[in-house]
């Protein structure tokens, strides 16, 4: 069995071929993977691809069935959650609805039998880090949703926990005050040198957070790297299609740097491509393609319809049927699209062969 | 706004129009709960009223001067408020377990469970009361059994005394404590459970902390269900009890059925009913500052 | 009214009055009211409910084709709230035996029509009732298992039974004044013929001797046998009847008639009764001797009626109160001493249960 490294500045929590099963079900098959010491490491997948587990397993809600977890120098992988040192902030935020905002925050320093005036110092000292001054006598009913995602925060924090892990934890609120506890959260992290395991199916979410993301399949890590990796160079078809918006085209790789498309269009191929005859994946942003103003050279160039138009603001999304039968998404600043791309215009666009990243297909 | 217009008095009609649309499903509350609220105040306030007028026969309050000063029935009303006390305590202690297990366990589990609590709800209180008497007799199973295996010497009082009359009224009201509780406990969210562990909780100090105070709600339910259950019991006390366990529902009963003194039997009925009002206050004020979160 | 009952009605209203005409012209009776569909009679219920059925009510129904609905149980303050309210439910109600002077005394019984309901063959001092009809008569006595006191030392009195040393174990007792006072009272010396007004401070002194030896208190005539057939006590006391039945099938138990208190057990017509007419008709059925037999056999309770011997099994006589041989070794109950003290001495016992 591979084990991490303990120790090393490489894993501040390690986790060494752990594996899981649920009867005839492996919800984690082999998981091997370092947080580096005040890392946000971010599990990426959709619902039934592990992640869930695995953060059980790291909390120790869950006992693999094989491999090892460490955090720093302790073996933790038998550890009851009590005693593995470990903030967590849960989903719906899992604050006692029995005890103030205060006595909630309180109650990991009173199970670390933390002396009186210290938890009351630390309690308001922590209170004022999340911005919630004064509300330590409220109960969590009478918070906001923002604020009880605050003082969950502050619950998770106040002990000074080896690891902070984030349970989904944006999921229940609007959309724009997501956005602020996220930066929030990445700010507090970044001040306390946390080192930060965060759980979500939510990409976009993934990508404005993380400095790094792990990105789960079927009970297995298929990708680890930087968002802009993750991003620009996807590994598998999977994280291309689940990784932000991709046009995706299926193709079998011909001669001359060339690929055959499925409708047997030829596209010139990036450098690196597999031998003749491999099948590929052509994962190709929406951003990517440029409409095609008259005199420039692109290394595929193609004309199409108008088939939808959805605005986002500063950019525009069309789908655009092209000649060869086949459609693709671009994202362009409303600008650059002209005045009046509608329904029913026609185009031309293309990009270059750097634009496209390849894919194993199978 | 539209507070203002309904103030106004030329508006009335707008007013009114406006009010109902504000409060419609208030009032279409009211009016689905009214069949109910005519039956209590039917067979239930009116009947109350009637008696508690009986208690006052003559304009004189001598049926309360004697139902408060008598050392007969305060005494009786003590033991019989102690007995519910009792009780509700032993109903809470077996109960409170019970009420877990259900909530905890997989199908077919629960189902199984909740029937055999609900056993003595299927069954005449007359043949369950000669039930324990088999069992718990001076020559019953229990008693011989202990006897046969050379435990004891002398059978265990466990009949016709105070024994007797817990062990009946127990098993009785058991579900009562039980199925409050169990709902609660069901409602128990697990990431609470989960997030006092992941913060430092033993598992004592989260039964303690977290996992009790939740389920207080449904304990208040269960205790105050029992105890006022347990304060009206007749048939099982006089049965088990051998006779020398009075409750003042006896003391009520022989007024009304042997003596037709209906008006110190009402005045008895009253100053039990204060009594347990009484209790029940205490009991909400005793858990009120637990209880409001809920 | 719809045409067809108002036709059906004045049928039977000229039905009735040719009737009335011939009835006067022949023997100068009175005409029968109108028959109701069926008259309610409320009883103690349980066994005693199918003995009155077999004995009384399916005679009744045979008779006059009117249906009897039986009820139960017996509840004075029931039947108090319903004369009240002036909703009787009930034609015909039994009366537990220290109550009927009381539901006499609170007007709660519409009178007895003697010239309807025959007492001429009842004992001289039950033959003028004005409200309560002497149904007939069970007697509270002393039982014990014979397999704990076997012949030749058996308790024969009141003294025995106080006698713990000589006749050891558990007692049962009734867990009210009524009866008790009196065996103590017997217990301590007092002839059964002197008893009244009875000696409070006396029978309670004597009753302070034998509390700690009665381990069960009675509430329910079936407890009161099943107490001694469980062994939870092995000497006691209770209404023969309810001794009877176990015995007769097999249970080691002997009834000691010796100073036995009777009581009568009486029925009454509530006031403002529906149908009272037939109610008189129905106790004038069961004042009848040959029911009382087929009653007693069933039961083991005998009804008052002097002839009813003749109808009663030779088998059963010994477990009656009234058979030549138990009657003379009881006494009655002084009901007007009990409905006149009954309140004052309830409350006096429940303050005695009270002591340690």
Request: aromatic share 10%.
């Amino acid at each position: 069995m591979a084990a991490a490294t303990p120790g090393s500045d490489e894993g501040d929590l390690a986790l060494a071929g752990v594996v899981r099963r649920f009867g005839a079900v492996t919800a984690l098959a082999g998981i091997d993977l370092a947080v580096r010491k005040g890392e946000l490491l971010t599990i990426l997948g959709p619902s039934g691809s592990g992640k869930t587990t695995l953060l059980k397993v790291v909390a120790g809600f869950e006992m693999p069935d094989e491999g090892e977890v460490l955090l720093g120098e302790r073996r933790i992988t038998a550890a009851p959650p009590s005693k593995r040192d470990i903030g967590m902030v849960f989903q719906n935020y899992a604050l006692f609805p029995h005890m103030t905002i205060a006595e909630n925050i309180a109650f990991p320093l009173q199970m670390r039998k933390v002396p009186k005036a210290e938890i009351r110092r630390r309690v308001e000292d922590v209170l004022a880090l999340v911005d919630l001054p004064g509300l330590g006598g409220r109960l969590p009913r009478q918070l906001s949703g923002g604020q009880q995602q605050r003082a969950a925060l502050a619950r998770a924090i106040v002990f000074g926990p080896r690891l902070l892990l984030l349970d989904e934890p944006f999921g229940a609120l609007d959309r724009k005050l997501r956005e602020q506890m996220q930066l929030e959260v990445r700010r507090l992290q970044r001040k306390l040198g946390l080192t930060a395991l965060f759980v979500t199916h939510d990409q976009e979410e993934a990508l404005i957070l993380s400095d790094r993301i792990a990105v789960m399949e079927q009970g297995r890590i298929v990708q680890l790297g930087s968002p802009e990796e993750i991003y620009r160079r996807p590994a598998t078809r999977f994280v291309a299609g689940f990784i932000g918006e991709s046009n995706l085209f299926r193709a079998r790789v011909a001669g001359n740097g060339y690929a055959l498309l499925e409708n047997g269009v030829g596209v010139p191929l990036p450098p690196g491509a597999p031998p003749e005859g491999s099948e590929v994946g052509l994962m190709l942003r929406p951003e990517r393609p440029k409409p095609i103003s008259a005199g420039e050279r692109l290394d595929s160039v193609f004309s199409g319809e108008v088939v939808e138009t959805v605005y986002l603001g500063e950019t525009v999304k069309y789908r655009i049927r092209l000649n060869p039968g086949l459609e693709i998404i671009v994202r362009w600043p409303f600008r650059e699209a002209g005045e009046s791309l509608r329904v029913g215009d026609r185009t031309t666009l293309g990009w270059n062969r750097d634009d496209l990243h390849l894919v194993g297909w199978s | 706004m539209t507070a203002a217009v309904a103030d106004r008095p030329a508006a009335t009609a707008t007013g009114t129009a406006i009010w109902w649309r504000n409060n419609r499903a208030t009032a279409l509350l009211l009016l689905a709960a009214a069949p109910a609220l005519l039956f209590l105040l039917a067979f239930y306030l009116l009947p109350m009223m009637l008696l508690l007028a009986q208690s006052f026969e003559g304009g004189s309050l001598k049926a309360y001067e004697k139902a408060l000063t008598d050392g007969l029935y305060v005494r009786v009303l003590i033991d019989t408020m102690l007995i519910a006390a009792y009780v509700s305590v032993i109903c809470l202690a077996l109960g409170y377990p019970v009420a877990y297990f259900l909530a905890s366990t997989r199908p077919p589990w629960p189902t199984i469970g909740i029937i055999f609590v609900l056993l003595p709800f299927w069954t005449s209180i007359l043949v369950r009361t000669y039930g324990w008497m088999i069992l718990l007799g001076r020559n019953g199973i229990i008693n011989r059994f202990l006897l046969d295996i050379g435990l004891l010497s002398d059978p265990l009082p466990l009949l016709n005394n105070l024994n007797g009359v817990l062990i009946g009224m127990v098993h009785v009201l058991l579900p009562y404590m039980v199925f409050p509780i169990y709902a609660v406990m069901r409602r128990v969210d697990p990431a609470l459970i989960a997030a006092a562990e992941g913060l430092g909780a033993p598992g004592w100090q989260i039964f303690r902390r977290v996992y009790f105070p939740l389920t207080l709600p449904g304990v208040l339910a269960g205790v105050t269900l029992v105890y006022i259950l347990s304060i009206g019991f007749f048939i099982t006390p006089a049965l088990l009890g051998g006779g020398k366990v009075i409750m003042i529902a006896v003391l009520i009963e022989t007024q009304v059925r042997q003596f037709l003194n209906w008006g110190f039997a009402a005045a008895l009925s009253a100053v039990l009913l204060a009594a347990t009002l009484l209790v029940y206050v205490g009991l909400r004020r005793l858990f009120r500052s637990d209880l409001q979160w809920s | 009214m719809s045409k067809n009952q108002r036709l059906r009605t004045s049928v039977r209203a000229i039905l009735a009055a040719s009737a009335a005409v011939l009835l006067s012209a022949s023997g100068g009776l009175a005409a029968d009211p109108p028959k109701p569909a069926q008259i309610v009679v409320n009883d103690s219920g349980g066994a005693m409910q199918n003995a009155m059925k077999k004995a009384f009510y399916d005679e009744f129904e045979k008779r006059y084709g009117i249906k009897v609905v039986a009820t139960s149980p017996v509840d004075l303050g029931k039947l108090r709230a319903m004369v009240q309210s002036g909703n009787v439910e009930w034609t015909v109600t039994e009366i537990g035996g220290q109550d009927a002077i009381l539901a006499e005394e609170s007007g709660l019984l519409a009178p007895l029509d003697l010239k309807i309901i025959d007492l001429s063959r009842y004992p001289k001092h039950t033959q003028n009732r004005k409200h309560v009809f002497p149904k007939g008569v069970y007697s509270t006595v002393m039982g014990y298992r014979t397999d704990v006191f076997k012949e030749g030392n058996r308790p024969q009195n009141w003294a025995d039974f106080w006698n713990v040393q000589k006749f050891p174990g558990p007692r049962t007792m009734q867990n009210a004044p009524v009866d008790n006072l009196e065996f103590a009272l017997i217990a301590d010396g007092v002839p059964m013929d002197k008893l009244y007004p009875l000696d409070l401070d006396r029978a309670f002194k004597k009753l302070d001797q034998i509390k700690k030896h009665v381990a069960v208190w009675w509430t329910t005539g079936a407890q009161s046998a099943q107490v001694l057939i469980d062994k939870e006590a092995v000497l006691g006391t209770a209404w023969n009847g309810r001794y009877y039945v176990p015995i007769s099938q097999g249970a080691p138990l002997k009834i000691e008639w010796n100073q036995g208190v009777m009581k009568e057990s009486a029925f009454g017509i509530p006031k403002g009764a529906k149908d009272a007419y037939w109610g008189q008709k129905f106790l004038a059925l069961v004042a009848e001797a040959k029911p009382q037999g087929v009653y007693a056999n069933i039961i083991g309770y005998p009804g008052l009626n002097l002839d009813a011997i003749n109808y009663t099994d030779e088998k059963l006589k010994p477990f009656l109160p009234t058979s030549p041989e138990n009657f003379p070794k009881q006494f009655w109950t002084d009901l007007a001493w009990w409905k006149k003290n009954g309140p004052a001495v309830q409350e006096r016992w429940q303050r005695w249960m009270l002591q340690k």
